[in-house]
């Protein structure tokens, strides 16, 4: 597998306009999550996706934000309107939970990180 | 509210001694923990991590050491390599499976 694949690498876009960020996680993983990378806060967790439902969306800073997961292999976080303060770098990762040979429950695995979208707005 | 904590956002080693990464969390149900080393234009890499039921796990150079009563993790990388200098995080999971992260750590090792 490619691993989590992420784009655009960097977005430069002006105040006011919309962007889309977009996400292909790794093929069989049933979560998805969205971060945004910053000084202040390290890796904030936007919202997450179980099979394709959201979840969590507490972390989502402003109504400008939303994010929708249409199916297994593909999400996309966008702002709308974008302001300068939204520049970071956004990451995606997925994560499943695997079958244990033993039976009983199953096993969280570690999430895998997609390469970031540097998102500049200026 | 950061409920995993990393308190010291950078560390400086010499090459071969021991690197000592903090890490404090506030959750009582986190049962999973995890860290990850970041090089600068990439995504966080998973490196290494425990589950609640052990206070200790060990993988090569990097141990990760849990305190629970403390709820307290620490990384420990020997003998650290150049190689290494990254930032690391720390990560936490309860049952919900979201992970929580720290704000980084930036470790130098110098030759």
């Known amino acids: 597998d490619a691993g989590v694949i992420q784009s655009p690498r960097h977005e430069v876009t002006e105040m006011g306009q919309e962007v889309t960020l977009r996400c292909k996680p790794i093929s069989g993983h049933d979560y998805l999550f969205w971060y945004r990378q910053t000084m202040m806060r390290g890796l904030e967790l936007l919202i997450y996706?179980?099979?394709?439902?959201?979840?969590?969306d507490s972390g989502m800073p402003e109504d400008r934000f939303s994010a929708k997961m249409p199916n297994a292999s593909f999400s996309t976080l966008k702002i709308q309107p974008s302001e300068p303060r939204d520049s970071a770098v956004y990451f995606c990762a997925s994560s499943s939970r695997e079958a244990q040979p033993t039976g009983g429950e199953r096993k969280r695995t570690e999430a895998f990180f997609g390469q970031g979208t540097r998102l500049t707005v200026v | 509210d950061q409920q995993v904590k990393q308190n010291s956002p950078s560390l400086s080693v010499q090459e071969g001694r021991i690197s000592i990464l903090n890490c404090d969390y506030t959750n009582s149900m986190f049962d999973y923990f995890l860290w990850y080393k970041k090089y600068p234009a990439e995504g966080p890499t998973f490196l290494i991590s425990i589950s609640s039921i052990k206070d200790k796990n060990e993988d090569g150079r990097f141990t990760v050491f849990l305190n629970k009563s403390a709820k307290h993790l620490s990384l420990h990388i020997v003998p650290s390599q150049p190689g290494d200098s990254a930032v690391y995080f720390c990560?936490?999971?309860?049952?919900?499976?979201?992970?929580?992260f720290g704000t980084g750590t930036s470790l130098t090792v110098i030759p």
């Open positions: 996706f179980n099979n394709n439902v959201p979840i969590d």
């Open positions: 990560a936490a999971s309860a049952l919900g499976n979201q992970f929580y």
